[in-house]
């Protein structure tokens, strides 16, 4: 279905073109070329971390980054119940058990004292997920983390630009991970990076991610790695959309509050933001008031052209990680009630007013 709005689309700034041309005519189009180290220097100063690693995925990150800290068979890693597949997935690729927590209700990140009490002796590592772009009360987690002597990887995938306290999130945990896919904030059409300010970490996941080469000898290979790497292509389309990426961030927080403005008395709330921290709203999120209107209202939407998603289902509800009695109240009724609205930077205020019109329509007719 052609949508008239869709959930998203990329934003281009045009010199993409230009740089994949470059990155052709030079030959360079795998693994190797210069923009790969370009694309790691800028995202690395933007964040104010010392070290970037770009790989092929937002997933692959993740996978790189626990096999960094040493996540593997017999540990637990510590996820919210409320993210994309990929966090808990990664951890089982390690041979890890992933142990959910729920969510706190106001902001929708991963609730710190659920985290407390799920810690054991077999507790690894925690992976706060910055859910939507805005940060978990990320300060807290590290202090548990710190005591217990846990590791702690942020899942940044939906975070570039998000700040805890004016820094931005990817800068507190050991390792942090991004993805760049055609939805995020910055896109390289698929393409993740592994940040972090410890050289071990980084190091090791550079290694690991190019087949587990040596540092110090040509195609010798000295533990068991993978095929991770970057494109030099999707690299240059990184450098090209890193020239724009504040004013992508400026604008989706500018759509968000035209969001806020439009809905703000109609029975919807509008996903808010805790003072002293910066949502970068990678998605505009609404909950409605009564269950029984979500998927209604996403019918609507959809027959007057605005594709809408649903907020993610917890993990433990799917079959691979079902766990029977286990229940997170808050993660289940964000879930049953949350709707992703169409978020892409290209949308103008005329834009957002007419898709409220259309949610607005729908509750005078349910009325």
Known sequence: MNYKFPVYKPFFSGKEKDLVLECIDSTWI??????????????????????????????????????????????????????????????SYTGATPVFVDSEPDFWQMDPNDFVRKITSRTKAVMPVHLYGHPCDIEKIIEVAGSKSIHVVEDCAEALGTKYNDKFVGGFGDVSTFSFFGNKTITTGEGGMVVSNNLKYADLALRLKGQGLANDREYWHDIIGFNYRMTNICAAIGCAQ???????????????SWYKESLNNLPVVVHQEKKGMTHSYWMVSIL???VSDRDPLRLWLKQNGVETR????????????????????????????????????????????KICEYIETYFKQRV
């Open 288 to 290: 409605t008031d009564k």
């Open 310 to 353: 649903p907020v993610f289902s917890p993990v433990n509800t799917m079959p691979m990680y079902f766990e029977g009695g286990s229940f997170f109240p808050v993660a289940s009724d964000l879930s049953s009630r949350g709707i992703n609205l169409p978020s892409y930077p290209d949308l103008s205020r005329d834009d957002v007013s």
């Open 242 to 256: 890193m020239t724009s990426i504040d004013e992508v961030i400026s604008k989706k927080r500018q759509i968000a």
């Open 30 to 91: 795998s693994s190797k070329g210069k923009f790969i180290n370009q694309f790691e220097d800028e995202f690395s100063n933007y964040l104010g971390v010392r070290h970037a690693v770009s790989v092929m995925n937002g997933t692959v990150a993740l996978h790189l980054a626990l096999e960094a800290i040493g996540v593997g068979p017999g540990d637990e890693v510590i996820v919210p119940t409320l993210t994309y597949i990929a966090s808990v997935n990664a951890i």
